[in-house]
């Protein structure tokens, strides 16, 4: 088992930046890799990154790169989204998830252990 929770989100207004942290109990922190998800009202959750065990592999949806970086302090048991130049689009709420597989893993189906979600608003 394993239990997540996000904390971190906001309003803030376009341009801006916040850092999501995702602080993680239960089984061995760095025993599986972490995706960050999100989802808009109306819309289906979407892939926005992925760190592996121990960090060595990142992977970003194409719509995020560049803005916005993932990583993750094993010794903490939390891992972190640092949202730079926000756009209006990039309002949702925030999940972060874990999963014992390995790779790009952009579907949310791979992941085994969802948090409760936190929401990032972003105005224009």
């Known amino acids: 088992q394993v239990q997540l929770v996000e904390s971190g989100g906001g309003l803030v207004q376009a341009g801006g930046s916040l850092r999501l942290s995702c602080a993680a109990s239960?089984?061995?922190?760095?025993?599986?890799?972490l995706g960050w998800f999100r989802q808009a009202p109306g819309k289906e959750r979407e892939f926005v990154a992925v760190i592996s065990r121990r960090g060595a592999s990142i992977y970003y949806a194409d719509s995020v790169k560049g803005r916005f970086t993932i990583s993750r302090d094993n010794a903490k048991n939390t891992a972190y989204l640092q949202m730079d130049s926000l756009k209006p689009e990039d309002t949702a709420v925030y999940y972060c998830?874990?999963?014992?597989?390995?790779?790009?893993?952009?579907?949310?189906?791979?992941?085994?252990?969802w948090g409760q979600g936190t929401q990032v608003t972003v105005s224009s």
């Open positions: 998830a874990s999963t014992h597989y390995s790779g790009s893993l952009q579907r949310v189906d791979l992941y085994d252990y």
């Open positions: 239960g089984r061995t922190f760095s025993s599986y890799a």
